[in-house]
């Protein structure tokens, strides 16, 4: 599987009151690189709701937080799934800034699949599990 990354721009909002990014904040540009990511193999998070009843959601993350990123840094997101599961995805993931490639923090994030009335776990779709295989 190939590495996908997404580019992020740092905005005020993303700060804290000492100008770097606030820490929960990475969380959303882990998610947005995934959510991409899918979109790029073709498959929407909406579509997946409405045709397979299913929902992609953190089971569980470990991350580490290396140097600050502050406004208006321009910085990659990557995203890589490392592990599958029968219903779940782990993703490598990490934050770089672009002006000098530092390594901003990293995580391993790991999805799951669930059914979307019940949240109960289901088996990842056979498509989407293809499309992964082949990518």
Known sequence: MTEFTWPVRVYYEDTDAGGVVYYANYL???ERAR???LR???FEQDQ???QN???FAVHSLSIQYRKPAVFNDALTVSALVIDRGK???TFRQMVTRERD???VCSAEVKIACLQ???FSPVRIPANILEVLDGN
């Open 116 to 118: 979307a009335d019940t």
């Open 35 to 37: 959510t991409e990511y």
């Open 28 to 30: 959303k540009f882990l």
């Open 101 to 103: 490639k530092a390594l």
């Open 53 to 55: 009843g299913i929902i």
């Open 87 to 89: 219903a779940t995805l």
């Open 40 to 42: 790029s193999l073709g």
């Open 48 to 50: 997946l709701k409405l």
